[in-house]
């Protein structure tokens, strides 16, 4: 089974929410899992793009293998970040799975049309929240298996 893992080069994630308390979540939830990832943040979708698109202060910024979405948040909306990745031909390939408050159906319909990788609502209990990251850590670092190689 370990010839599947991904565990030679550690999975980044690029956290994309608004809410500091929720990052915060996001982040220790990871590193309790005990997963081989690295994670950068950023606040909101104009500094995911630019974070992305490698401009400004993120213009040496590595690019991720997995994106983390909040999908209301301020300047540019998850659903704006999640049409301009996939319209990239240099991005369009990164995963993106929505994290958020959001249950409504035209969220999720909207966010599949633009071909999302996945969509989950952010659990209030903090064990359920805990639960939900270290699952999306393991399943994106250990099972998944990229397009690309992650060696090259």
């Known amino acids: 089974m370990s010839d599947l893992k991904n565990n030679h080069h550690p999975t980044r994630f690029l956290i994309v929410e608004d809410d500091d308390d929720h990052a915060e979540l996001i982040k220790l939830s990871m590193e309790l899992s005990g997963g081989n990832s690295v994670f950068d943040r950023v606040s909101d979708g104009a500094e995911a ?89 393991k399943f994106w670092s250990e099972w998944n298996q990229p397009p690309y190689d992650k060696s090259a």
């Open 49 to 137: 793009l630019e974070f992305l698109k490698q401009h400004g202060v993120h213009k040496d910024s590595p690019l991720p293998d997995v994106i983390l979405l909040d999908l209301n948040m301020p300047k540019v909306n998850g659903h704006q970040v999640i049409e301009s990745v996939k319209a990239d031909n240099k991005l369009k390939l990164i995963p993106i799975v929505v994290m958020t408050t959001s249950n409504a159906q035209q969220d999720r319909i909207r966010a599949y049309e633009s071909a999302v990788n996945g969509y989950v609502i952010k659990p209030v209990n903090f064990d359920q929240f805990k639960e939900l990251v270290c699952d999306l850590e």
